[in-house]
């Protein structure tokens, strides 16, 4: 079961990196956001992970994607509000 604080926890924290990940001008910091978010989805929730990932196992964690990921995961999360 999905509850509601953990969509909360997860969009708050999801959408306040994508804010700081967009507009860095910095790799090493865009870096370091990819690790914590990566480390973050290791430990959440199973059900809202594969809910925001649409099975995608690599969701949030290819480097190549990730500013996509992150945009359509804030996105997702925002619609379960």
């Given at each position: 079961m999905?509850?509601?604080?953990?969509?909360?926890?997860?969009?708050?924290?999801?959408?306040?990196?994508?804010?700081?990940?967009?507009?860095?001008?910095?790799?090493?910091?865009?870096?370091?956001?990819?690790?914590?978010?990566a480390?973050?989805?290791?430990?959440?929730?199973?059900?809202?992970?594969?809910?925001?990932?649409?099975?995608?196992?690599?969701?949030?964690?290819?480097?190549?994607?990730?500013?996509?990921?992150?945009?359509?995961?804030?996105?997702?999360?925002?619609?379960?509000?």
């Amino acid at each position: 079961m999905i509850t509601k604080d953990s969509i909360e926890t997860a969009y708050s924290f999801l959408h306040q990196k994508r804010n700081v990940y967009i507009h860095s001008t910095l790799d090493w910091q865009k870096d370091d956001i990819e690790y914590a978010i990566a480390s973050y989805v290791d430990d959440m929730s199973h059900e809202l992970y594969e809910a925001i990932s649409d099975g995608r196992a690599d969701f949030l964690r290819d480097h190549k994607m990730f500013q996509e990921d992150i945009t359509f995961a804030v996105e997702r999360l925002e619609e379960m509000l």
